[in-house]
């Protein structure tokens, strides 16, 4: 991190040293969402306060995250939907949402949707729990170079909406049975997606909003839409393009994870075994 701090800050000054070069960079990243992400956008940990590593990192994405991006990519080139099957603690939802803002920052005119099964979870102001507050910390971490003309942080970043003042691109976000409701979407992002209770509703709602869903969750049992587009998707295999008139299954297992061993894993289980 100590590398990816001192280059991003050796770039800020050869931009701000000569700002012809900005418009160069901001055009350079328009093609690039995985160099965006991986330069400029800023994750938070509050489990780090207090120790070596700071609460605030740079979101340097690993292969399987990277992956991630390029498969969200393809969905919307081929306007087929998704699933994400994670594991816990894989960063997915920090990485739909490094996503969704490189969209809302780089597609001009472009509705990006977020709900998930409790209001709280979609926004809720000053906790980087909910999805709005997670991309209002990448937004405010981004080098203000590379902000939207005319951005303003109180007047285009309100309670479940941001706008793009210089394409008209926006992110909102709903909740529970309301999903689906807000209008038309490029994309749209189901948190949480195993743990509704009335996700047949909400399905019915998005199949006239979006042609592109894009479900994430951990798995919740067998009961349960998400369970079975699962079963009936087909995995998709980074670098191809998606399937047509099927859901394409992304899966983050936590083997994934260069952080996570056997050990760990079985550290862990021990831990719940006790708990229980």
């Given at each position: 991190?100590?590398?990816?701090?001192?280059?991003?800050?050796?770039?800020?000054?050869k931009?701000?040293?000569?700002?012809?070069?900005?418009?160069?960079?901001?055009?350079?990243?328009?093609?690039?969402?995985?160099?965006f992400?991986?330069?400029?956008?800023?994750?938070?940990?509050?489990?780090?306060?207090?120790?070596?590593?700071?609460?605030?990192?740079?979101?340097?994405?690993?292969?399987?995250?990277?992956?991630?991006?390029?498969?969200?990519?393809?969905?919307?080139?081929?306007?087929?939907?998704?699933?994400?099957?994670?594991?816990?603690?894989?960063?997915?939802?920090?990485?739909?949402?490094?996503?969704s803002?490189?969209?809302?920052?780089?597609?001009?005119g472009?509705?990006?949707?977020?709900?998930?099964?409790?209001e709280?979870?979609?926004d809720?102001?000053?906790?980087?729990?909910?999805?709005?507050?997670?991309?209002?910390?990448?937004?405010?971490g981004?080098?203000?170079?590379?902000?939207?003309?005319?951005?303003?942080?109180?007047?285009?970043?309100t309670?479940?909406?941001?706008?793009?003042?210089?394409?008209?691109?926006?992110?909102?976000?709903?909740?529970?049975?309301?999903?689906?409701?807000?209008?038309?979407?490029?994309?749209?992002?189901?948190?949480?997606?195993?743990?509704?209770?009335?996700?047949?509703?909400?399905?019915?709602?998005?199949?006239?909003?979006?042609?592109?869903?894009?479900?994430?969750?951990?798995?919740?049992?067998?009961?349960?839409?998400?369970?079975?587009?699962?079963?009936?998707?087909?995995?998709?295999?980074?670098?191809?393009?998606?399937?047509?008139?099927?859901?394409?299954?992304?899966?983050?297992?936590w083997?994934?994870?260069?952080?996570?061993?056997?050990?760990?894993?079985?550290?862990?289980?021990?831990?719940?075994?006790?708990?229980?």
């Amino acid at each position: 991190y100590v590398e990816v701090f001192a280059w991003r800050q050796q770039q800020l000054l050869k931009l701000k040293a000569e700002p012809s070069l900005t418009a160069g960079a901001i055009e350079f990243y328009r093609t690039r969402p995985v160099a965006f992400i991986n330069h400029w956008v800023d994750t938070y940990d509050p489990r780090n306060a207090g120790g070596d590593v700071p609460a605030r990192l740079p979101l340097v994405l690993f292969k399987r995250q990277a992956e991630l991006v390029e498969f969200i990519m393809a969905c919307l080139k081929g306007e087929q939907s998704g699933l994400i099957e994670k594991s816990r603690d894989m960063g997915a939802t920090w990485v739909c949402a490094a996503a969704s803002v490189w969209i809302w920052r780089y597609t001009p005119g472009s509705a990006i949707g977020w709900g998930s099964r409790k209001e709280q979870l979609v926004d809720k102001i000053g906790d980087p729990d909910s999805i709005f507050e997670k991309m209002r910390l990448v937004i405010r971490g981004i080098p203000r170079l590379f902000w939207p003309k005319g951005f303003s942080l109180d007047d285009h970043m309100t309670y479940m909406k941001f706008v793009n003042p210089e394409t008209g691109a926006t992110i909102t976000g709903e909740a529970g049975d309301s999903i689906g409701r807000g209008g038309r979407k490029l994309i749209y992002f189901k948190d949480e997606s195993a743990h509704y209770e009335r996700p047949e509703k909400i399905e019915a709602s998005l199949a006239d909003t979006t042609r592109v869903q894009i479900d994430i969750s951990s798995v919740n049992g067998t009961g349960n839409v998400f369970y079975r587009r699962r079963e009936a998707g087909v995995e998709w295999e980074p670098g191809q393009p998606v399937a047509k008139g099927k859901t394409n299954v992304f899966v983050m297992d936590w083997r994934d994870h260069p952080a996570k061993t056997q050990e760990w894993h079985d550290e862990r289980r021990r831990d719940r075994k006790s708990v229980v």
